[in-house]
Protein backbone atom coordinates (compact mmCIF):
# COMPACT_ATOMS: atom_id res chain seq x y z
CA UNK A 1 0.00 0.00 0.00
CA UNK A 2 1.20 3.33 -1.20
CA UNK A 3 2.20 5.72 1.78
CA UNK A 4 -0.10 8.78 2.08
CA UNK A 5 1.15 12.21 1.59
CA UNK A 6 1.49 13.92 4.72
CA UNK A 7 0.30 17.68 4.68
CA UNK A 8 0.05 20.59 7.72
CA UNK A 9 -2.83 23.03 6.40
CA UNK A 10 -1.94 26.96 6.95
CA UNK A 11 -5.21 28.82 6.62
CA UNK A 12 -7.55 31.15 8.28
CA UNK A 13 -10.93 32.21 6.56
CA UNK A 14 -13.75 30.48 5.20
CA UNK A 15 -12.48 30.35 1.33
CA UNK A 16 -9.18 28.09 2.93
CA UNK A 17 -12.26 25.38 3.94
CA UNK A 18 -12.67 23.73 0.58
CA UNK A 19 -9.15 23.47 -0.07
CA UNK A 20 -8.78 21.77 3.18
CA UNK A 21 -11.93 19.98 2.70
CA UNK A 22 -10.34 18.69 -0.69
CA UNK A 23 -7.41 16.81 1.30
CA UNK A 24 -9.33 15.62 4.11
CA UNK A 25 -11.23 13.55 2.33
CA UNK A 26 -9.21 12.35 -0.31
CA UNK A 27 -7.53 9.23 0.87
CA UNK A 28 -4.36 9.82 -0.51
CA UNK A 29 -3.49 12.48 1.94
CA UNK A 30 -2.85 12.86 5.84
CA UNK A 31 -3.40 16.11 7.38
CA UNK A 32 -0.69 16.36 10.50
CA UNK A 33 -2.32 19.38 11.82
CA UNK A 34 -3.80 22.81 10.76
CA UNK A 35 -2.22 26.20 11.81
CA UNK A 36 -4.55 29.19 12.07
CA UNK A 37 -4.84 32.53 13.62
CA UNK A 38 -5.14 32.69 17.30
CA UNK A 39 -8.77 32.98 18.10
CA UNK A 40 -10.19 36.95 18.15
CA UNK A 41 -12.99 39.21 19.44
CA UNK A 42 -15.22 40.12 16.94
CA UNK A 43 -18.77 41.30 16.54
CA UNK A 44 -20.70 44.02 18.59
CA UNK A 45 -19.94 42.01 21.59
CA UNK A 46 -16.19 41.41 21.34
CA UNK A 47 -17.13 37.78 21.92
CA UNK A 48 -13.58 35.39 21.08
CA UNK A 49 -14.06 33.54 17.60
CA UNK A 50 -12.57 31.18 16.24
CA UNK A 51 -11.43 30.97 12.15
CA UNK A 52 -13.98 28.97 10.03
CA UNK A 53 -10.65 26.31 9.29
CA UNK A 54 -10.20 25.83 13.09
CA UNK A 55 -13.69 24.98 13.39
CA UNK A 56 -13.94 22.26 10.73
CA UNK A 57 -10.60 21.55 11.63
CA UNK A 58 -11.84 20.63 15.42
CA UNK A 59 -14.99 19.18 13.85
CA UNK A 60 -13.04 16.37 12.47
CA UNK A 61 -10.62 16.16 15.57
CA UNK A 62 -7.08 17.01 14.25
CA UNK A 63 -4.38 18.80 15.91
CA UNK A 64 -4.68 22.68 15.67
CA UNK A 65 -2.07 24.86 16.25
CA UNK A 66 -2.40 29.08 16.77
CA UNK A 67 0.38 30.76 16.79
CA UNK A 68 0.93 34.77 16.61
CA UNK A 69 3.79 34.19 14.65
CA UNK A 70 4.91 31.10 12.54
CA UNK A 71 8.66 30.29 14.64
CA UNK A 72 10.52 27.44 13.05
CA UNK A 73 11.77 26.27 16.46
CA UNK A 74 8.49 26.36 17.83
CA UNK A 75 6.56 24.25 14.73
CA UNK A 76 9.03 21.42 14.46
CA UNK A 77 8.31 21.38 18.17
CA UNK A 78 5.08 20.60 17.95
CA UNK A 79 5.10 18.82 14.73
CA UNK A 80 8.36 16.59 15.05
CA UNK A 81 6.98 14.52 11.69
CA UNK A 82 8.65 16.57 8.77
CA UNK A 83 5.44 16.71 6.20
CA UNK A 84 5.46 16.36 2.68
CA UNK A 85 3.90 19.64 2.12
CA UNK A 86 2.76 22.46 3.70
CA UNK A 87 -0.40 23.60 1.51
CA UNK A 88 -1.19 27.59 1.98
CA UNK A 89 -4.21 29.16 1.58
CA UNK A 90 -4.91 32.89 2.57
CA UNK A 91 -3.27 32.51 5.88
CA UNK A 92 -1.74 35.65 5.55
CA UNK A 93 1.95 35.58 7.02
CA UNK A 94 5.44 35.55 5.38
CA UNK A 95 7.56 32.16 6.57
CA UNK A 96 11.09 32.29 7.11
CA UNK A 97 13.53 30.19 4.88
CA UNK A 98 13.74 27.50 7.60
CA UNK A 99 9.95 27.59 7.56
CA UNK A 100 9.79 27.30 3.59
CA UNK A 101 12.23 24.43 3.90
CA UNK A 102 10.74 22.28 6.54
CA UNK A 103 8.50 20.25 4.54
CA UNK A 104 10.35 17.88 2.04
CA UNK A 105 8.60 19.62 -1.17
CA UNK A 106 7.69 22.99 0.12
CA UNK A 107 4.87 25.60 0.82
CA UNK A 108 2.39 25.33 -1.96
CA UNK A 109 0.20 28.00 -1.99
CA UNK A 110 -3.13 28.79 -3.75
CA UNK A 111 -3.35 32.61 -4.53
CA UNK A 112 -6.44 34.02 -6.37
CA UNK A 113 -5.06 36.21 -9.52
CA UNK A 114 -2.99 35.11 -12.40
CA UNK A 115 0.41 35.55 -10.92
CA UNK A 116 2.21 37.78 -11.78
CA UNK A 117 -0.45 40.18 -11.40
CA UNK A 118 -2.49 41.24 -7.65
CA UNK A 119 -0.09 39.94 -5.57
CA UNK A 120 -1.13 40.99 -2.14
CA UNK A 121 -3.73 40.55 0.29
CA UNK A 122 -6.82 41.54 -1.89
CA UNK A 123 -6.38 39.80 -5.56
CA UNK A 124 -10.33 39.22 -6.34
CA UNK A 125 -11.63 42.35 -5.12
CA UNK A 126 -8.54 44.09 -6.96
CA UNK A 127 -9.46 42.38 -10.58
CA UNK A 128 -13.20 43.39 -9.93
CA UNK A 129 -12.12 47.15 -9.00
CA UNK A 130 -10.20 47.30 -12.37
CA UNK A 131 -12.69 45.89 -14.69
CA UNK A 132 -10.82 42.78 -15.43
CA UNK A 133 -12.46 40.37 -18.26
CA UNK A 134 -10.86 37.76 -16.01
CA UNK A 135 -8.88 36.36 -13.29
CA UNK A 136 -8.21 32.94 -12.02
CA UNK A 137 -6.43 30.56 -9.25
CA UNK A 138 -2.19 30.27 -9.41
CA UNK A 139 -0.71 27.55 -7.30
CA UNK A 140 3.16 28.95 -6.62
CA UNK A 141 5.94 27.85 -4.02
CA UNK A 142 6.33 29.87 -1.76
CA UNK A 143 9.70 32.01 -1.20
CA UNK A 144 10.11 34.90 0.88
CA UNK A 145 8.95 37.46 -1.10
CA UNK A 146 5.59 37.90 -0.87
CA UNK A 147 3.80 35.36 -3.93
CA UNK A 148 6.60 35.74 -6.29
CA UNK A 149 7.34 31.86 -6.33
CA UNK A 150 7.58 29.43 -9.16
CA UNK A 151 3.83 29.23 -10.76
CA UNK A 152 3.29 24.97 -10.78
CA UNK A 153 -0.08 25.65 -12.41
CA UNK A 154 -2.88 27.96 -13.35
CA UNK A 155 -6.25 28.48 -14.00
CA UNK A 156 -8.19 31.20 -15.93
CA UNK A 157 -11.64 31.93 -14.77
CA UNK A 158 -14.15 34.21 -16.72
CA UNK A 159 -15.26 37.24 -14.83
CA UNK A 160 -19.34 37.60 -15.95
CA UNK A 161 -21.15 41.08 -15.68
CA UNK A 162 -22.83 39.84 -12.95
CA UNK A 163 -20.02 38.54 -10.74
CA UNK A 164 -18.75 40.18 -7.25
CA UNK A 165 -16.70 39.18 -5.13
CA UNK A 166 -18.66 36.89 -3.45
CA UNK A 167 -19.62 34.68 -6.37
CA UNK A 168 -16.13 35.30 -8.17
CA UNK A 169 -14.30 33.79 -4.54
CA UNK A 170 -16.81 30.69 -5.00
CA UNK A 171 -15.73 30.00 -8.38
CA UNK A 172 -11.90 30.29 -7.89
CA UNK A 173 -12.33 28.13 -4.61
CA UNK A 174 -14.74 25.52 -5.75
CA UNK A 175 -11.66 24.99 -8.66
CA UNK A 176 -8.84 25.36 -6.90
CA UNK A 177 -10.01 22.85 -4.49
CA UNK A 178 -10.62 20.17 -7.27
CA UNK A 179 -7.86 20.14 -8.29
CA UNK A 180 -5.70 21.16 -5.61
CA UNK A 181 -5.03 17.12 -4.94
CA UNK A 182 -4.03 16.27 -8.38
CA UNK A 183 -1.25 19.30 -8.46
CA UNK A 184 0.19 18.47 -5.43
CA UNK A 185 0.48 14.44 -6.20
CA UNK A 186 2.02 15.61 -9.96
CA UNK A 187 4.35 17.56 -8.47
CA UNK A 188 5.60 14.84 -5.76
CA UNK A 189 6.03 12.60 -9.09
CA UNK A 190 7.94 15.35 -10.70
CA UNK A 191 5.46 15.69 -13.11
CA UNK A 192 5.65 19.50 -13.28
CA UNK A 193 7.83 21.90 -15.21
CA UNK A 194 7.69 24.81 -12.76
CA UNK A 195 7.24 28.61 -14.61
CA UNK A 196 9.15 31.46 -13.02
CA UNK A 197 7.27 34.52 -12.66
CA UNK A 198 8.10 37.47 -14.95
CA UNK A 199 8.69 40.22 -12.38
CA UNK A 200 8.63 42.94 -14.82
CA UNK A 201 4.71 42.40 -14.96
CA UNK A 202 4.54 42.24 -11.29
CA UNK A 203 1.09 43.85 -10.10
CA UNK A 204 0.84 44.51 -6.42
CA UNK A 205 -2.80 44.90 -4.26
CA UNK A 206 -3.03 46.06 -0.82
CA UNK A 207 -5.39 45.52 1.94
CA UNK A 208 -8.31 47.18 1.66
CA UNK A 209 -9.05 49.46 4.48
CA UNK A 210 -12.26 50.02 6.11
CA UNK A 211 -13.36 53.78 4.59
CA UNK A 212 -12.50 52.51 0.89
CA UNK A 213 -15.94 51.67 0.74
CA UNK A 214 -17.09 55.23 0.31
CA UNK A 215 -18.40 56.01 -3.16
CA UNK A 216 -16.97 59.22 -4.68
CA UNK A 217 -19.97 60.68 -7.00
CA UNK A 218 -17.28 63.55 -8.10
CA UNK A 219 -14.33 61.61 -8.88
CA UNK A 220 -15.21 58.12 -10.24
CA UNK A 221 -17.06 57.10 -13.15
CA UNK A 222 -20.80 55.52 -13.32
CA UNK A 223 -18.33 52.24 -14.61
CA UNK A 224 -15.77 52.28 -11.57
CA UNK A 225 -18.76 53.05 -9.03
CA UNK A 226 -20.33 50.09 -10.11
CA UNK A 227 -16.79 47.52 -9.83
CA UNK A 228 -16.66 49.25 -6.52
CA UNK A 229 -20.01 47.93 -5.65
CA UNK A 230 -19.35 43.98 -6.98
CA UNK A 231 -15.44 44.12 -5.39
CA UNK A 232 -16.69 45.01 -1.61
CA UNK A 233 -19.85 43.74 -1.54
CA UNK A 234 -18.92 41.63 1.50
CA UNK A 235 -16.08 43.83 3.22
CA UNK A 236 -16.15 46.89 3.15
CA UNK A 237 -19.18 47.77 1.61
CA UNK A 238 -19.20 50.20 -0.55
CA UNK A 239 -21.48 53.18 0.86
CA UNK A 240 -22.62 56.83 1.12
CA UNK A 241 -23.96 59.18 3.81
CA UNK A 242 -27.48 60.53 3.68
CA UNK A 243 -28.73 63.10 5.89
CA UNK A 244 -25.95 61.58 8.63
CA UNK A 245 -26.80 58.01 8.37
CA UNK A 246 -24.54 55.60 6.29
CA UNK A 247 -26.04 53.79 3.00
CA UNK A 248 -25.44 51.03 1.75
CA UNK A 249 -25.25 50.31 -1.87
CA UNK A 250 -25.91 46.53 -2.24
CA UNK A 251 -26.37 46.47 -5.92
CA UNK A 252 -26.31 48.59 -8.72
CA UNK A 253 -25.10 49.33 -12.33
CA UNK A 254 -23.51 51.13 -14.60
CA UNK A 255 -25.11 53.66 -17.46
CA UNK A 256 -24.11 55.91 -20.08
CA UNK A 257 -26.94 58.09 -19.12
CA UNK A 258 -25.52 61.97 -18.59
CA UNK A 259 -27.03 64.64 -17.05
CA UNK A 260 -26.57 68.21 -15.88
CA UNK A 261 -26.87 67.78 -12.42
CA UNK A 262 -24.43 67.69 -9.17
CA UNK A 263 -22.44 64.64 -9.23
CA UNK A 264 -24.14 62.22 -5.89
CA UNK A 265 -27.54 63.72 -7.04
CA UNK A 266 -30.64 61.52 -7.13
CA UNK A 267 -33.05 61.72 -9.91
CA UNK A 268 -35.33 59.47 -11.26
CA UNK A 269 -35.05 58.42 -14.95
CA UNK A 270 -38.88 56.34 -16.51
CA UNK A 271 -38.72 53.85 -13.55
CA UNK A 272 -35.27 53.36 -12.23
CA UNK A 273 -33.71 55.48 -9.35
CA UNK A 274 -30.34 56.83 -10.34
CA UNK A 275 -27.49 59.33 -9.08
CA UNK A 276 -25.16 61.32 -11.38
CA UNK A 277 -21.64 61.04 -11.12
CA UNK A 278 -18.46 62.05 -12.81
CA UNK A 279 -19.34 60.15 -16.46
CA UNK A 280 -22.53 58.38 -16.73
CA UNK A 281 -25.35 57.39 -14.13
CA UNK A 282 -25.22 55.07 -11.25
CA UNK A 283 -28.88 52.87 -11.09
CA UNK A 284 -29.97 51.65 -8.03
CA UNK A 285 -31.07 48.49 -7.66
CA UNK A 286 -30.59 47.30 -3.74
CA UNK A 287 -29.62 49.35 -0.49
CA UNK A 288 -29.21 49.05 3.19
CA UNK A 289 -29.59 51.83 5.75
CA UNK A 290 -27.67 51.78 9.38
CA UNK A 291 -29.68 49.43 11.15
CA UNK A 292 -32.54 48.36 8.59
CA UNK A 293 -32.35 45.31 6.67
CA UNK A 294 -31.23 44.94 3.17
CA UNK A 295 -34.28 46.24 0.91
CA UNK A 296 -34.79 47.21 -3.05
CA UNK A 297 -34.60 50.43 -3.94
CA UNK A 298 -38.40 50.99 -4.71
CA UNK A 299 -39.26 49.70 -1.28
CA UNK A 300 -37.11 52.16 0.02
CA UNK A 301 -38.42 54.91 -1.94
CA UNK A 302 -41.73 53.84 -0.57
CA UNK A 303 -40.71 55.21 2.81
CA UNK A 304 -38.62 57.66 1.84
CA UNK A 305 -40.40 59.55 -0.88
CA UNK A 306 -37.45 62.97 0.04
CA UNK A 307 -34.63 60.59 -1.22
CA UNK A 308 -35.23 61.80 -4.55
CA UNK A 309 -33.74 65.30 -5.67
CA UNK A 310 -31.36 64.91 -2.54
CA UNK A 311 -27.74 65.04 -2.76
CA UNK A 312 -26.13 61.76 -1.59
CA UNK A 313 -22.38 62.37 0.65
CA UNK A 314 -23.46 66.57 0.94
CA UNK A 315 -22.54 67.73 4.42
CA UNK A 316 -25.29 68.16 6.94
Known sequence: MNKKIKIVFFGAPQIAVPFFDALLTNEKFEILAVVTAPDRPAGRGQQSQSTPVKLRAQAVGLKILQPEKIIYSELISALPCQPDFAVVVAY???????????????????????????????????????????TGISFIRLVKKMDAGEILHQEKIKIELDDDAFTLAQKLTKRGSEILPQILQADLNNEITSQIQNEAQA????????????????QKTAQEIEWQIRA?????????????????????????????????????????????????????????????????????????????????????
Open 203 to 218: IYCRKIEKNAGEIQWQ
Open 92 to 134: GALFSKEVLAWPKHGCVNAHFSLLPKYRGASPIESALLNGEKE
Open 232 to 316: YIIRPTSFIFWRGQQLKIVKAKASDLSISLISGTIFKQENEICVATKKGSVILQEVQLAGKRKMSIKEFIAGHQDFIGDILGKKI
